[in-house]
């Protein structure tokens, strides 16, 4: 997370950014290998992914749990970090230039060559398609809607890429409120980090985040379409801006080292709470209204505790430069964009030698960060590709 400035910036610099946040670093980096693990993990729990696994393990389920309400929305959260940064520096037209640059050519790319054999192998396995991989992608790129079953699929589509499709949006939002209202952006940066402190720091967003899921999530269920995605808008960009705003305060950053205990076990307990109540309430066991929406509160507290609780131990224990950090900085994007695709294919791969669960999934988690790191050293060494996976020119530096 860059933290300089230049003479000429859309946003003044803060005196309190004096230091790299190397710790937001290490904390994106860390969120995207657990997606790893996680994707893995879809493939296990019985739910409706791209392709699903004989072995249905309802004990992965906890641990799943143990992040999904929160990884994405850090992620977001650090991007926003990032732009802020990003905007001490350059104007916001040059913003949103780099960052359509950096973000349009990996999502294009992406639902042309990356993402389609992640759906070509999930109408193989729930629709028993008999064509070729060429007659697949016939269909896919006139945007056939003919492959249905509870629902049809959209064609062409950006699976996982869904998040650079919605960091791009958002960047575009926050470029245009800085062109439009730089003045009211830094006077709102300044009333968050003057007020946001010490208890309010936990209860406020815990708030906001409680009253878009209580209000709008039946209205508006997650679609990763971006435009009738009303519910994660309302939470993504919230992440987002909030980390834009309050990027700067090296006060936050550590209240937060502060708060990291408190923070931690409020998401531990919440976390035993919704363990305890998908196990027990279901289809069959529906629970009452005033639990489900308690439910729906408890969810948002581990959201937003989680990820308190791990920026503050991040600044207690990783304010600090590696070599790994630096190679891990920039491969973790095009790692990103491979991972979901191998994990499909081999998944696909592995059904007829039926291994046992934990070797094939074991198998699964090395053969993905290997393939996955493998294709990055391919594209880093290749200018034309580079591109097309996020990357600069070579020896840039680059971050989401």
Not at 144 to 171: E, M, R
Request: charged share 15%.
């Amino acid at each position: 997370m860059p933290q300089s400035s230049t003479t000429s910036t859309a946003l003044p610099a803060s005196a309190s950014t004096s230091e790299r946040l190397y710790f937001l670093d290490w904390v994106r980096i860390i969120a995207f290998f657990l997606l790893i693990f996680y994707h893995v993990g879809m493939y296990y729990v019985g739910e409706d992914w791209h392709v699903n696994s004989p072995h249905v393990i309802d004990t992965i389920k906890p641990l799943m749990l143990l992040s999904s309400p929160w990884r994405l929305s850090l992620l977001f959260l650090v991007s926003g970090v990032a732009s802020a940064f990003m905007l001490q520096k350059h104007s916001a037209a040059k913003f949103a230039r780099q960052r359509s640059g950096r973000l349009l050519p990996p999502l294009l790319f992406g639902m042309l060559i990356i993402v389609p054999p992640q759906t070509y192998f999930e109408v193989i396995e729930k629709l028993a398609y008999p064509g070729s991989y060429l007659d697949f992608m016939k269909l896919y790129l006139s945007g056939y809607s003919g492959f249905c079953k509870d629902g049809c699929l959209i064609l062409p589509t950006w699976n996982h890429l869904w998040f650079v499709a919605y960091l791009w949006a958002y960047s575009l939002v926050l470029a245009v409120f800085i062109a439009l209202r730089a003045n009211w952006f830094s006077r709102l940066r300044a009333v968050l980090i003057n007020q946001l402190r010490g208890w309010r720091i936990i209860v406020l967003p815990i708030l906001y985040l409680a009253l878009i899921r209580v209000v709008m999530l039946n209205h508006f269920p997650t679609t990763h379409a971006l435009i009738d995605d009303w519910f994660n808008h309302a939470n993504y960009l919230f992440f987002f801006l909030f980390g834009a705003l309050i990027a700067p305060s090296d006060r936050f950053w550590q209240e937060l080292v502060r708060l990291r205990w408190p923070s931690l076990l409020s998401a531990l307990v919440a976390w035993i709470f919704l363990v305890s109540y998908y196990a027990y309430f279901n289809n069959v066991h529906p629970a009452p209204d005033w639990l489900r929406l308690m439910q729906r509160g408890i969810w948002v507290i581990l959201e937003w505790t989680a990820i308190l609780g791990a920026c503050g131990f991040a600044r207690l224990h990783l304010q600090k430069d590696h070599a790994a950090r630096r190679y891990l900085t920039v491969a973790i994007f095009p790692v990103y964009i491979f991972h979901q695709t191998i994990i499909v294919m081999l998944a696909h791969a592995l059904k007829p030698y039926q291994l046992a669960a934990p070797a094939e999934a074991c198998l699964l988690i090395v053969a993905t960060l290997i393939l996955s790191f493998g294709g990055y050293e391919i594209v880093k060494r290749h200018a034309l590709l580079r591109p097309l996976f996020g990357l600069g020119k070579l020896n840039s530096k680059t971050s989401l």
